[in-house]
């Protein structure tokens, strides 16, 4: 069974931190990109990073370039979300999804999971 399982979500300040972690199972890792897209309340879902496990290249949204940083450890395959210098827009659901091959634009992800909220306040 595929399972994406994120975690690490919460309350920070602005200006603060956050890392979420996706841990993922049922697939062959390797094979696979990670996103991380977020939704706020009555906004469209946003695709704000990515990372192609298969060679670590990654993407990011202008939104959080420079401020987010994704990485991998293959050996647990789990990919992690680096948040820092959060502002109070950041704020939304954020899931994690998979891709197979390498990041290729933001849609027709194979895999997602339930998401976990991240709030910042001001």
């Known amino acids: 069974e595929v399972q994406l399982v994120e975690s690490g979500g919460g309350l920070a300040q602005a200006g603060g931190s956050l890392r979420l972690s996706c841990a993922a199972s049922?697939?062959?890792?390797?094979?696979?990109?990670i996103g991380w897209f977020r939704q706020a309340p009555g906004k469209e879902r946003e695709g704000v990073s990515c990372?192609?496990?298969?060679?670590?290249?990654?993407y990011y949204a202008d939104s959080v370039k420079g401020r987010f940083t994704i990485s991998s450890d293959n050996a647990k395959n789990t990919v992690y979300l680096q948040m820092n210098s959060l502002k109070p827009e950041d704020t939304a659901v954020y899931y994690c999804?998979?891709?197979?091959?390498?990041?290729?634009?933001?849609?027709?992800?194979?895999?997602w999971g339930q998401g976990t909220q991240v709030t910042v306040s001001s």
């Open positions: 999804a998979a891709l197979i091959w390498a990041c290729a634009g933001w849609d027709e992800y194979d895999y």
């Open positions: 990372i192609s496990i298969s060679d670590g290249s990654t």
């Open positions: 049922g697939f062959t890792f390797d094979d696979y990109a």
